[in-house]
Nanobody, 127 residues
Framework: HVQLVESGGGSVQSGGSLRLSCAAS????????MGWFRQDPGKEREGVAA????????YYADSVKGRFTISQDAAKNTLYLQMNSLKPDDTAMYYC?????????????????????WGQGTQVTVS
């Protein structure tokens, strides 16, 4: 089955940077749509960024656009989220997710309901 493993989380001061990684396995890395989500206790899960790996198209939430960059290394089956100019509001558990690029995904790539597979998450704390 598909397995996603996040890494790179940690604690950083406001204005700092972190780079999250998501290592994917269990499927052929060809037509896969992936995304980054985050959630704080008591809050709704928020889609942060997403991309279609084959087309290399990207999507961002308004709250992170201009600060975060989603990218991939296809040869390594790894997804990245470069986070710059971090703010306390960015504090959350960050999750990597993947699906098979169904038609609804393209209409809502930052909607969590469109993803079949999820990682365990990595904590990001900004103070």
């Amino acid at each position: 089955h598909v397995q996603l493993v996040e890494s790179g989380g940690g604690s950083v001061q406001s204005g700092g940077s972190l780079r999250l990684s998501c290592a994917a396995s269990g499927y052929t890395y060809r037509r896969v749509c992936m995304g980054w989500f985050r959630q704080d206790p008591g809050k709704e899960r928020e889609g942060v960024a997403a991309m279609q790996t084959t087309a290399n198209s990207t999507y961002y939430a308004d709250s992170v656009k201009g600060r975060f960059t989603i990218s991939q290394d296809a040869a390594k089956n790894t997804l990245y989220l470069q986070m710059n100019s971090l703010k306390p509001d960015d504090t959350a558990m960050y999750y990597c997710a993947a699906d098979w690029c169904s038609a609804p995904w393209f209409k809502g790539p930052l909607e969590s309901s469109g993803y079949h597979y999820w990682g365990q998450g990595t904590q990001v704390t900004v103070s």
